[in-house]
């Protein structure tokens, strides 16, 4: 069904840098790009790579689908970062007796020595970030922070056309 706006109210056109959802991409950008080259460089690692890891030492023997969802990655990307995480040996994949379809995935004490160097310049980001709120900033922006993450996920599960759909009514 094509959009009409000829009943609709004009509205402000969308300023990017102006859109939250926008500004809140470059502040994760800006403070994920030197975590991303330390990583790279230092470990080969992809991004898909280095979160699946992070998730593996929090979540030792979790499946593909479980890594898929705590990273918002896609099966291929998941396969993909399991694959080069076995591959440099911070990884095992075992498939389950029963089930051959069943692999869990646990970091190997490379994979952990890996892990907690990274984790190190991300806390030092954190520290660095932080150190610019005061203290009741912080308490404000982590409950904001809380709700932006429950609203997004029920925008994301609504789909786009619930979205439009209260939008143009």
């Not at 709120?133 to 308490?139: K, M, V």
């Amino acid at each position: 069904m094509p959009l009409s706006t000829a009943a609709q109210p004009a509205a402000p056109p969308l300023k990017l840098s102006a859109w939250l959802p926008y500004r809140l991409f470059i502040v994760a950008a800006q403070i994920a790009r030197p975590l991303e080259i330390f990583y790279g460089e230092r470990f080969g690692l992809s991004q898909a790579g280095w979160r699946i890891l992070a998730t593996i030492a929090e979540r030792t023997g979790a499946s593909a689908s479980e890594i898929g969802r705590a990273c918002a990655l896609d099966p291929f990307a998941v396969s993909r970062g399991i694959g080069q995480l076995v591959e440099l040996g911070f990884a095992r994949r075992t498939t389950a007796k029963a089930d051959r379809r069943f692999a869990s995935v646990t970091i190997t004490p490379k994979g952990q020595q890996a892990f907690g160097e990274i984790a190190t310049l991300g806390r030092a980001i954190e520290a660095r970030l932080l150190a610019s709120l005061s203290g009741d900033e912080r308490s404000r922006i982590d409950a904001a922070v809380d709700k932006l993450e429950g609203e997004s996920a029920r925008i994301e599960q609504g789909g786009w056309r619930s979205l439009l759909e209260r939008a143009t009514s």
